[in-house]
């Protein structure tokens, strides 16, 4: 199998949860606001269950995902894609990679890039290693410093980060994120992608590999953080607790009222299709607000109030 170097000119947009727990309110404004987005465009949404990381895969969560997907009324265009299948896939682009003398093997702990400073410094470059049983890096000869998002605008990145040889296989045989996240959305060819602002950094990375595959990267759009508190957002890992699936209603009017899509009242809606049908008439990107996080504050009646947080685009 050879990749397919292409990408399409009609818009293309998806969202990609991974399977390691339910979908929590943070979650759920990431897959409303790249559905919106591309039902604004008369573009495609497409869902892909990025369980790559098969350690952290929860059983069940997958088809639990799925489900509340369609409970908020968020259908999917196309077959759903899942990474665990493709691994062929990914190994072409790996081989390909490799012929190009872009990959070598990393011998290094965490505890030795953490005497680093934190970062890799391309240690293991100049060795010739076994590939057996060490981490495999993709030489970085495309480092992003800035990039321009559709909400955050100009956003700046550390040097050591953008130039940084970041793994593309892991020393226990898994395809790394970086990799295959890139893979696919060439393959399905995206060219919007709207999400959380916890991957602005990652996406610097990404975009330097569109570069290295010879493609044009994406359109990126990253919508605010949902936080707890400042620094702390929800996630599966910090349990989060699932969104509602038996009355979505309200906590979907939450979601757009956090997005800033003027929605009203939600006692001015029957059901979650007639919010949609209105949401989509009237969103925009420029409604969202151009922060990083918003904090959620739960009110007795369980509705949420919103602090948007001030934040640098500077990593």
Not at 205 to 219: K, N, Y
Request: aromatic share 8%; hydrophobic share 40%.
């Amino acid at each position: 199998m050879s990749p397919s170097l292409k990408q399409s000119g009609s818009y293309r947009g998806r969202f990609a949860p991974s399977p390691s727990g339910s979908l929590h309110f943070g979650s759920l404004v990431a897959a409303l606001s790249s559905y919106l987005d591309a039902k604004v465009n008369q573009g495609q949404w497409l869902v892909r269950i990025e369980d790559i990381d098969t350690p952290r895969v929860v059983a069940g969560a997958a088809d639990e995902i799925l489900a509340t997907l369609e409970a908020y009324g968020l259908y999917w265009d196309e077959d759903i894609v899942y990474q665990s299948q493709r691994h062929a896939l990914y190994q072409a682009y790996l081989d390909k990679l490799t012929s190009d003398s872009l990959v070598y093997a990393c011998q290094c702990t965490r505890k030795q890039i953490k005497a680093m400073g934190g970062f890799y410094n391309n240690h293991c470059r100049a060795l010739t290693l076994s590939w057996h049983e060490n981490a495999l890096r993709l030489q970085q000869h495309c480092p992003v410093t800035e990039f321009n998002d559709a909400i955050q605008g100009a956003v700046v990145i550390p040097h050591a980060i953008a130039h940084e040889d970041y793994i593309v296989k892991r020393r226990d045989g898994l395809f790394a994120y970086q990799l295959v996240v890139v893979v696919d959305d060439i393959e399905q060819q995206i060219n919007h992608i709207v999400r959380g602002a916890d991957l602005l950094a990652p996406t610097a990375r990404q975009i330097s590999l569109f570069q290295q595959l010879e493609q044009s990267p994406p359109r990126y759009a990253h919508v605010p953080l949902a936080v707890a508190e400042p620094g702390f957002k929800l996630s599966k890992q910090n349990h989060a607790p699932a969104i509602d699936t038996r009355n979505p209603l309200p906590t979907l009017h939450a979601a757009l009222r956090y997005l800033n899509v003027p929605v009203g009242s939600v006692h001015d809606y029957s059901d979650i299709e007639s919010l949609l049908a209105h949401a989509i008439s009237v969103f925009t990107l420029d409604c969202v607000p151009k922060v990083q996080e918003i904090q959620l504050d739960s009110l007795e009646n369980g509705d949420f109030a919103f602090r948007p947080l001030f934040s640098s685009t500077s990593i």
